[in-house]
């Protein structure tokens, strides 16, 4: 049986613009009549057309099929296989990794809506960071390029607010000095191919509290901000070892201001 490419396109629901790609790429490549130059397809066709569809499905590229000039063998097509099914795995557990951020999202968003404001102590993984508003960070020759690469890893890519540690124990009162930037957990960092390089700053494995704040102003933040979670160290003699970091869970608007909902976690020991 013969098919002209509009009834082939009928039949299959394959636009003929598709048809004709893969009529270019030599991967199906329907005869011609030379009475009335039509092209046919026909049952052939139909089968080789099935397996270009589920193979590209697999994710494997056009470009690496057999064609009718580029003859592929078992074992050829056994590797390109088991090179898909390595990215499929990679992009499994990448989505997996996404929805766990999530879930985390999910969880800070039901501490504040409930009034969950101090989490139980919890080992916290190593931390990448870079703090752009930093002068010294800001004004390295590799902050600009780190940067447009770490924002293009979104959703791995978070962002950090750090309170450090000298700034927070010597306090006066006012408000304190507030560095923002972006983090990578170490498990993307190492999965994405990043390189430990100036100004990017490593935060190792620690034991951590986190505390939730809702601010209306980044740079109001002060000690007293912190009055509960100081409370709640000091009645389990916990001590303060490292700097303050923070990321902000989400957004909103009250009296047409921006409200920052933010989880600060505290190395204690």
Same mark, same amino acid.
């Given at each position: ?141 590799? +902050?600009? *390029?780190?940067?447009?690469?770490? /924002?293009? !890893? #979104?959703?791995?890519? %978070? ?62 933040? +002060?000690? *007293?901000?912190?009055?509960?979670? /100081?409370? !709640? #160290?000091?009645?389990? %003699? ?32």
């Amino acid at each position: 049986m013969r098919f002209k490419i509009g009834s082939f396109e009928h039949l299959t629901g394959i636009p003929r613009g598709s048809l004709r790609y893969y009529d270019k790429l030599e991967l199906l490549q329907p005869q011609r009549d030379d009475a009335n130059s039509y092209r046919y397809y026909d049952e052939e066709d139909l089968i080789r057309l099935v397996q270009i569809r589920q193979y590209n499905g697999f994710g494997i590229q056009l470009d690496k099929l057999p064609t009718f000039r580029h003859e592929v063998d078992c074992s050829e097509m056994l590797s390109i296989f088991s090179q898909t099914r390595e990215e499929l795995e990679h992009t499994i557990e990448m989505l997996s990794d996404r929805l766990a951020r999530l879930k985390r999202h999910e969880m800070k968003l039901s501490a504040i809506a409930n009034s969950e404001n101090i989490s139980e102590p919890f080992q916290m993984c190593g931390i990448y960071r870079i703090c752009i508003t930093d002068p010294e960070v800001a004004n390295h020759k590799n +902050t600009p *390029e780190i940067v447009r690469r770490w /924002m293009g !890893y #979104m959703p791995y890519t %978070h962002s950090t607010i750090r309170i450090r540690l000298e700034d927070f124990m010597s306090s006066d009162g006012g408000p304190l000095p507030v560095d923002i930037g972006l983090g990578l957990l170490k498990k993307y960092f190492v999965a994405l191919g990043e390189e430990l390089i100036p100004p990017i700053q490593y935060s190792p494995i620690s034991k951590r509290v986190s505390f939730l704040v809702t601010t209306d102003n980044l740079r109001g933040i +002060t000690k *007293e901000t912190f009055k509960p979670l /100081m409370q !709640y #160290m000091e009645e389990r %003699h916990y001590a303060l070892l490292d700097d303050i970091f923070g990321w902000i869970v989400f957004i909103t608007t009250k009296n047409q201001k921006p409200l920052y909902h933010i989880s600060f976690h505290a190395a204690i020991g």
